[in-house]
């Protein structure tokens, strides 16, 4: 990750075609419930937190049922997981539900 990285940023929306509940974890024009993993792959070591989509608020919407996220990176707590924020070589979605998590993901950024 960057030097001065504070934040992540990425849009998402759920790609399901169908609202019921049992075909998928991520019904249509709800913001997908998806947690969020920093870690450095090559020793599989995470930062300490895994925010999630349930607990944070999106800070914008857009037509078609887009959702914004801006996660602060301070929310991953990193450095008490093994790692540093100068360590991270990966960011992870992970559904944390039972059923398929069908989402369109665009614009990840490293905001700083």
């Known amino acids: 990750m960057p030097e001065g990285a504070s934040a992540i940023s990425f849009w998402i929306r759920s790609n399901t ?44 919407t857009a037509a078609g049922g887009w959702f914004q996220f801006s996660v602060p990176t301070s929310a991953f707590n990193c450095g008490r997981g093994g790692i540093t924020l100068a360590d991270v070589t990966q960011f992870e979605f992970q559904n944390q539900n039972e059923r398929n998590a069908d989402v369109c993901i665009g614009e990840i950024k490293i905001v700083r």
């Open 17 to 60: 075609q169908s609202s019921d509940p049992f075909a998928s974890s991520t019904p249509p024009g709800q913001a997908p419930g998806l947690k969020l993993i920093l870690q450095k792959q090559e020793t599989g070591n995470y930062c300490a937190s895994e925010p999630t989509t349930n607990t944070t608020a999106p800070v914008a």
